[in-house]
């Protein structure tokens, strides 16, 4: 305890407020619409959002705590993304079983050790483009609320450019905060809506559909793997981190995906974007107190699920153009990165534009969503592709 305290610091507990604040600020608008796509209500989304940070509190104070290295959890951005495009047409029960599933999978991935061998076995490139042909919708989606509200998001996407040049720490940050300022100006902000509670947990009994497993539950478990726990693992690595034993963190977040997603908890996962924020100098000179901003991010994180009424309500408050605005320009860089390993070998380059063009089109088969068909037919592409090389 005496350690503990000694190791407390000001920049450790701003870095992992920091990484919690920039974390809702620039996905929850994401994870709002994947919920509302599901079909869930009000106090559905609630629920979800009490259960993600209570997820992501847990797994970082576990970890933060028991490795003493800055072990940042959080929810899969990209996974909810996915989620938003693909649960239209299913049941929140069916939702709930594909969460499931994927708990189970990841529960697997950690316990097995097979994580390595995983992603070796798919093609970075290929799983890229699958990512990108899923968040493009949102990156288009900027443009069309410019339509829609062509001040105001005319301002956000100024915003975002100019502080991406000079703060790009913050640049969401910011533009959530200026949109949030000309919406109050527009009055167009939903004030009445605002609800100051706590959250209350929601059981959903999970229904299990093959057409929907396959088709939303190993795309979901994919782009997890690829775009959350790989990236999430280099961080570690690059930040001095590279002894931190991986599968114990798996099969950790595994675990508590497992127990928290029959109330909303779709995935939790490795951190990137903002691990980056707690594994930095900024957070501490000395590597080896930077836990503290860990341990930080996961008191913050469960607080912000103990509120979850309150985020709900201020999200439901926000104008839809801003909401979409936010989710797109949140994602734009994810975006490019994606299509830029996607495209970088060329060797991978055709297979991967079959992947991201079918995964984008929205195509569906047998009910099966079309980031399972742009990861078959962009596997499919490269195999033949590579056998035609090899005579």
């Known amino acids: 305890m005496k350690s503990f305290i000694s190791d407390l610091s000001l920049s450790a507990i701003s870095a992992g407020f920091i990484a919690v604040l920039v974390g809702f600020a620039s996905a929850m608008a994401i994870v709002f619409q994947a919920a509302q796509a599901a079909g869930a ?6 629920s979800w959002v009490w259960a993600l940070g209570w997820g992501m509190g847990i797994g970082c104070l576990a970890f933060s ?19 938003a495009t693909s649960l239209t047409n299913i049941s929140i029960e069916q939702a709930i079983g594909v969460f499931v599933f994927v708990a189970v999978l990841i529960l697997i991935t950690g316990l097995s050790g097979l994580f390595d061998t995983l992603t070796k076995r798919l093609p970075l490139p290929i799983a890229a483009a699958m990512l990108a042909g899923i968040l493009v919708q949102f990156g288009l989606g900027i443009f069309t609320a410019l339509q829609a509200s062509p001040l105001l998001v005319a301002v956000m996407f100024s915003v975002f450019i100019v502080a991406k040049r000079w703060l790009p720490r913050y640049a969401i940050m910011l533009v959530l905060c200026s949109g949030l300022t000309l919406a109050y ?35 979901l478990y994919i782009v997890t793997m690829t775009s959350q726990n ?5 961080i570690l690595k690059s930040s001095g981190y590279s002894a931190q034993p991986i599968s114990p963190l798996l099969s950790g977040t595994g675990i508590i995906n497992l127990l928290l997603a029959p109330f909303g908890g779709f995935t939790f996962n490795l951190a990137a974007i903002t691990a980056a924020i707690c594994t930095s100098e900024e957070a501490h000179p000395d590597p080896n107190k930077r836990y503290i901003a860990g341990v930080s991010a996961g008191v913050f994180n469960i607080l912000a699920g103990i509120g979850g009424a ?18 797109g320009l949140a994602l734009l860089s994810t975006i490019g990165a994606s299509l830029m390993t996607a495209t970088e070998k060329p060797q991978y380059r055709d297979p991967a534009i079959v992947t991201f063009l079918v995964t984008a089109s929205g195509v569906s088969f047998f009910d099966i969503a079309s980031a399972f068909w742009g990861l078959v037919l962009g596997l499919l592409t490269h195999f033949v592709l590579r056998q035609y090389k090899a005579r």
């Open 41 to 46: 209500s009000q106090e559905m989304i609630e």
């Open 65 to 83: 705590l028991y490795y003493k290295r800055p072990i940042i959890i959080v929810w899969s951005t990209p996974g909810a993304a996915l989620l």
């Open 185 to 219: 100006w527009q009055d167009s902000l939903l004030i009445e809506a605002l609800n100051f509670s706590l959250a209350t947990p929601i059981w959903v009994m999970p229904e299990f559909t093959l057409s929907h497993l396959i088709g939303i539950g190993i795309p």
């Open 230 to 234: 790989i990236p999430g693992v280099a």
């Open 310 to 327: 309150t985020v709900v309500s201020l999200f439901a408050a926000f104008p839809k153009p801003l909401i979409a605005a936010l989710a």
